[in-house]
């Protein structure tokens, strides 16, 4: 067998890990329910419950946007209904203003970590890595279960906050102290903040021990003539999103040990010389910085955008070449884009911090590394485009959603120079432009990647087809929205209209921005309405969706359409195919495609 692998220049890829490949097939008993749905370790079982719980979580946070647009879009009217579903969070129809913060926060919180981290992550990586790079399992299916019932768990945490006595934390999803640290400031530093502080320990334990296992089976479970650069291009962000996991979140969650020592334990890391007008004295506190907090929470904080985008851009760029009918445009380039991005994302950091009295040099510094990664990011934003370029596109949903991805990427992209700019972010920061600029290059961006991918693999997870249909109105209504949204929301913030405010009426220069405020709530209304259509039809559609007829129904060429059309627990029935090339060999001499799995003939063109 060696030999046969020397023959094809990949011994070091191909035979040492055949035999752990065939343990990880053939020694599966029979299953039941428990075994198979609930506690399974099948990457694909674990990648659809990820799945469903970031959808629950998109749900619940995209809920709280509607409850706080409301107030915000309408802050003089009263909803009686609302008393009713909230209680005294909303008395006499009205959001108060506790309930307020800890609506924002939440949503924050919810949609940051627990869907596009969690949910975008946890799905892609558990189903694409394995059969992407030909192994039957990840290398740990244990491990993968454990990741799932930690990240589980971290959500009955922070959802159970909401049912306290005292709210879920309310001090932003940044939680900076000392509002944090000191129970006695306000209902939302109470309990609801520890609840939060340990939701989301849990929470970095799941996404460590996710990321470990994503690395070690990329680097050691590939098949045979599988080089790495032979993977396809959602490997290798799936790759560094990992990376970049594994190196960052323990910061976070010594960060926040600390914050629970301090509000615990009488320690002084975050506190100094604070007084309390609730209680008329002085805190014992001495030494510490809220500053200190701030650094551990953005140097998770900044590479945690990258975590979020940079799984969106592998597989908008596997839907882009799959849809065009052409190879990726730089492919090489395209991993050095993602590589510099990896290493630039943990030197940036300190940008979210140029108001917090940073040096001025320190501060000019930050300001090239930001603007730096713009490099990177517009190589990736030019090959997109030049794959497209005069390509046969298929304007399949996925394929939409990938070239909406790119667009919002760009829009919101651009805002970034402004902010990253340090003389310029002294107006702007903290204000709507701030909420703007990264809900549209990060947030949106994010979950079109998230529905480029759920539309490109939807037949292979549940052997059915999504509706076409409520497909397209998804996207048009999705795609309009988040710029009607969005994009006015830099005006205000142009402005000097501050986030996070319950009601702007108190202020005669924002009093013209009331209109505009309405527009930007029934938008976002509609544009949840549909979202919801979207959940109608992801789960009508694995019961009653087209059937898939074809093992391959995209004439793609990565090595997971070569399985059956439902593939079982081992994925491949047989052996595990060879790889003999590249992952984008679309319009090659006449033909449409070449899957991995073929052979390289004698007179074959080059690429």
Same mark, same amino acid.
């Given at each position: 067998m060696s030999n046969e692998a020397t023959l094809h220049g990949h011994a070091e890829v191909g035979t040492s890990h055949e035999v752990h490949h065939d343990e990880h097939g053939m020694h599966h008993h029979k299953e039941t329910f428990i075994t198979k749905y609930v506690f399974s370790q099948d990457h694909k079982m674990i990648c659809k419950q990820f799945l469903i719980t970031g959808m629950i979580w998109a749900i619940l946070g995209g809920l709280m946007s509607v409850l706080f647009r409301l107030q915000l879009g309408y802050p003089d009217s009263t909803f009686p209904w609302l008393e009713d579903v909230l209680?005294?969070?909303?008395?006499?129809?009205?959001?108060?203003?506790?309930a307020y913060y800890a609506l924002v926060t939440m949503h924050g919180t919810v949609l940051v970590f627990f869907v596009l981290t969690g949910g975008l992550s946890g799905t892609f990586a558990n189903y694409l890595i394995p059969l992407q790079i030909g192994a039957r399992d990840m290398a740990s299916p244990f491990l993968n279960m454990l990741s799932y019932w930690f990240f589980w768990m971290a959500s009955v945490v922070i959802l159970s906050s909401l049912f306290i006595e005292t709210g879920p934390a309310s001090g932003g999803w940044t939680v900076y102290p000392p509002l944090?640290?000191?129970?006695?400031?306000?209902?939302?530093?109470?309990?609801?903040?520890?609840?939060?502080?340990?939701?989301?320990? *849990?929470?970095?334990?799941?996404? *460590?021990?996710?990321?470990?296992?994503?690395?070690?089976?990329?680097?050691?479970?590939?098949?045979?003539?599988?080089?790495?650069?032979? *993977?396809? *291009?959602t490997i290798w962000a799936l790759f560094f999103t990992a990376v970049l996991g594994v190196l960052s979140f323990p910061v976070l969650l010594s960060g926040l040990i600390l914050l629970l020592f301090d509000r615990h334990a009488g320690t002084s890391f975050y506190l100094s010389d604070i007084f309390l007008t609730s209680t008329r004295q002085a805190l014992p506190n001495e030494g510490g910085s809220a500053i200190l907090f701030q650094h551990l929470f953005w140097f998770l904080g900044h590479p945690e955008v990258y975590i979020i985008i940079l799984p969106a851009m592998g597989i908008v760029s596997e839907v882009m070449a799959v849809n065009s009918r052409k190879p990726i445009f730089g492919y090489?380039?395209?991993?050095?884009?993602?590589?510099?991005?990896?290493?630039?994302?943990?030197?940036?950091?300190?940008?979210?911090?140029?108001?917090?009295?940073?040096?001025?040099?320190?501060?000019?510094?930050?300001?090239l590394l930001t603007l730096l990664i713009a490099v990177p990011s517009a190589i990736k934003v030019f090959n997109w485009i030049t794959t497209i370029w005069r390509g046969n596109i298929r304007f399949t949903a996925s394929m939409l959603f990938a070239i909406g991805f790119v667009s919002l990427f760009i829009s919101g992209g651009l805002t970034g120079i402004f902010l990253g700019n340090s003389t310029l972010d002294i107006h702007l920061h903290d204000t709507l432009f701030v909420v703007a600029h990264f809900h549209i290059v990060m947030g949106v961006s994010a979950f079109f990647g998230m529905f480029c991918g759920i539309y490109h693999w939807f037949p292979k997870m549940f052997g059915r087809y999504l509706n076409n249909t409520m497909s397209y109105i998804h996207f048009w209504v999705t795609f309009a929205g988040a710029y009607l949204i969005f994009w006015p929301m830099h005006y205000e913030g142009l402005a000097g209209m501050p986030r996070r405010y319950l009601d702007y009426s108190g202020w005669h220069s924002f009093n013209q921005f009331g209109g505009l405020n309405r527009f930007i709530s029934t938008v976002a209304m509609i544009v949840f309405a549909v979202q919801l259509m979207f959940v109608f039809n992801f789960f009508y559609s694995i019961f009653k969706g087209r059937k898939v007829t074809s093992q391959n129904p995209?004439?793609?060429?990565?090595?997971?359409?070569?399985?059956?059309?439902?593939?079982?627990?081992?994925?491949?029935?047989?052996?595990?195919?060879?790889?003999?090339?590249?992952?984008?060999?679309?319009?090659?001499?006449?033909?449409?495609?070449?899957?991995?799995?073929?052979?390289?003939?004698?007179?074959?063109?080059?690429?």
């Open positions: 209680g005294k969070w909303a008395k006499g129809g009205k959001i108060q203003p506790e944090s640290a000191l129970g006695d400031a306000n209902l939302g530093s109470k309990a609801g903040m520890d609840f939060w502080i340990i939701g989301m320990a *849990l929470f970095v334990v799941s996404s *460590l021990l996710g990321g470990l296992n994503y690395i070690t089976t990329i680097l050691n479970m590939r098949t045979k003539g599988m080089s790495m650069t032979r *993977l396809p *291009l090489m380039a395209m991993i050095g884009s993602l590589f510099a991005i990896a290493i630039l994302a943990f030197l940036v950091w300190a940008h979210h911090m140029f108001v917090t009295g940073l040096n001025p040099f320190l501060g000019s510094v930050f300001v995209w004439g793609a060429n990565t090595l997971e359409w070569s399985t059956p059309i439902r593939p079982g627990h081992g994925n491949w029935p047989g052996e595990i195919p060879e790889v003999h090339r590249w992952a984008y060999d679309y319009g090659k001499d006449g033909r449409e495609f070449i899957p991995q799995t073929e052979p390289i003939s004698a007179n074959e063109s080059k690429h």
